[in-house]
């Protein structure tokens, strides 16, 4: 049944692209107190956006990054920011927030659990790619509280 639902939206997405996602989905996500992850299965850094115009500045650069856990049988994703200071030093995690993977999944009409969230690779600092339940995806403004996925097009 599963691998019945992937294959039809495989083939909606593939032949009536215009019917599908042309314009990229809008997910909020929420300011998360946290500091401890007791299930991480994959954590991945964005490359680092080093600031020019000040060299006395505290923060001399920013990167985000991609947290997904395991609890139990689903995942949760988290973005977090994490800024460093001269030479790369004082790395500090200045923000967490919780990306709403349930309201993506409604959104992108998948059904059942919500886990098979794997991060791919970096596009930009802010834009990555991600794979879910077998399908391509690509999430940029990453830096925003509501952060843009679309179905990965691979241009």
């Known amino acids: 049944m599963k691998s019945t639902f992937h294959l039809i939206a495989l083939l909606f997405l593939t032949l009536m692209p215009s019917a599908g996602f042309a314009e990229p989905v809008v997910i909020k996500t929420t300011p998360a107190n ?30 985000y990054r991609v947290v997904i856990l395991l609890e139990d049988i689903y995942n949760s994703v988290f973005i977090e920011q994490v800024t460093f200071g001269t030479e790369g030093c004082c790395k500090k995690v200045s923000s967490v927030r919780r990306f709403d993977i349930k309201t993506f999944s409604e959104k992108f009409g998948f059904i059942g659990e919500i886990s098979g969230f794997r991060f791919i690779r970096w596009l930009s600092p802010t834009s990555f790619i991600f794979l879910y339940k077998d399908l391509l995806f690509v999430m940029t403004a990453i830096n925003e509280p509501e952060v843009k996925v679309e179905v990965y097009s691979g241009d």
């Open 34 to 63: 946290t500091n401890y992850y007791p299930w991480i299965v994959q954590l991945s850094q964005s490359p680092i956006d080093w600031f020019e115009s000040d060299v006395n500045a505290k923060i001399q650069g920013r990167a």
